[in-house]
């Protein structure tokens, strides 16, 4: 059977339904042994048995085809090309309702699952090469279970798989919480801080360490000070800075309400223009002064001074310095250090980021790593 645009349009609009039914969590009808069985698919180990699996039941759901298909050359009464569905209807689907932003989707977070070789022979079959132990008794259970089934067996069943993947991702969004609130109330070690920011350093992550590292930095000598003055480090999305009027640059550095610096934050090569467009947006802020600070490429004197002639040309004289610069100057002011209350602004500002899922553990790692 060949799969036609209609085909897809139905799979997945059917497929969107019986989502929208699993998240309303109620009881369903099937046997324990059954809700076992599939439970060792969708939480097993084998990927692509999953993928095979979902693909099938969302297939059988909606079109007139035999669920033990693989492929359309296949034998089997009812033989379709189940690739096509899960490349046009399940993949797309798993990235938009089972995935965590930057993380992994709760299927397995392929692109091709039907590329990987349990999926390329034609149909499902005992008789199928795969590694004895866990991956043959998936395969039994898995064929058991698409032999034979209804287009109603297969909703039953796929109701109750996106049932469990939901929680698959919910408990991984919950694991996440809770590492980043027990990293809150950990502690890093002071003589650590400074081997710390090198690290988060080490990468660049898209352009998400530079800025993280710099607002910490300045929260944590901030932080020193009389706390009646209301001091506020603020880090904005990277891209993003300057996207409202209440941003200026990509670190905002408040009293109270009243901003009172900013800091541009560059981790690759630079023009004048670059610099020349911060100082603009700080003149647009109603500051006369503010930070330029780069990480990954080098400047000669000669033309950091031109760059800052440009700047007061604009309005506004710019602090121009490399990050190791800076760590060096404001660490000379660090008498002492709230890491508890340092390690929480980290949290707090890698959401307020909407840093990446694989930057934001990286970061909770280090920081383990250095806390006591």
């Known amino acids: 059977m060949k799969i036609s645009k209609e085909d897809i349009e139905n799979v997945e609009s059917d497929l969107n339904s019986t989502f929208e039914q699993a998240k309303e969590n109620k009881e369903i009808a099937l046997s324990e042994q059954t809700k076992n069985d599939i439970k060792k698919i969708i939480l097993g180990r084998h990927v692509t048995f999953r993928y095979i699996f979902i693909t099938a039941l969302a297939s059988k759901q909606s079109l007139d085809i035999n669920p033990l298909a693989l492929q359309s050359k296949s034998l089997l009464p009812g033989a379709y090309d189940a690739r096509s569905i899960a490349h046009k209807v399940i993949v797309p689907f798993e990235k938009k309702y089972l995935t965590i932003p930057g993380g992994k989707g709760a299927l397995g977070g392929s692109n091709e699952p039907f590329l990987n070789k349990p999926a390329r022979f034609k149909e499902l079959s005992l008789n199928n090469p795969v590694r004895s132990g866990n991956d043959k008794n998936e395969l039994k259970i898995l064929i058991h279970l698409l032999t034979p089934i209804t287009s109603e067996d297969a909703h039953e069943y796929l109701l109750f798989s996106l049932f469990l993947l939901l929680e698959k ?41 530079l800025p993280l590292v710099i607002g910490t930095v300045f929260y944590a000598v901030l932080d020193q000070f009389d706390s009646t003055r209301e001091l506020k480090v603020k880090i904005h999305k990277v891209n993003e800075a300057g996207a409202s009027s209440l941003e200026v640059g990509d670190i905002d550095i408040y009293e109270s309400d009243r901003l009172i610096t900013t800091i541009e934050a560059k981790d690759k090569e630079f023009q004048s223009a670059d610099v020349v467009h911060a100082a603009i947006k700080a003149v647009q802020g109603n500051l006369n002064h503010f930070y330029f600070i780069y990480h990954n490429t080098r400047k000669e004197i000669c033309e950091l001074q031109s760059i800052k002639r440009d700047c007061i040309n604009m309005g506004c004289e710019v602090t121009i310095i490399t990050i190791d610069q800076f760590i060096d100057f404001m660490f000379g002011l660090l008498n002492k250090v709230n890491f508890e209350k340092t390690s929480k602004f980290i949290i707090d500002s890698m959401d307020q980021m909407a840093v990446t899922d694989t930057f934001s553990r990286r970061v909770i790692s280090l920081i383990s790593k250095y806390s006591v």
């Open 169 to 209: 991702k919910k408990s991984e969004e919950n694991k996440i919480e809770n590492e980043k609130e027990q990293v809150k109330r950990k502690t890093i070690l002071p003589a650590n801080f400074k081997e710390f920011l090198t690290s988060i350093l080490s990468q660049n992550d898209a352009g998400q360490s």
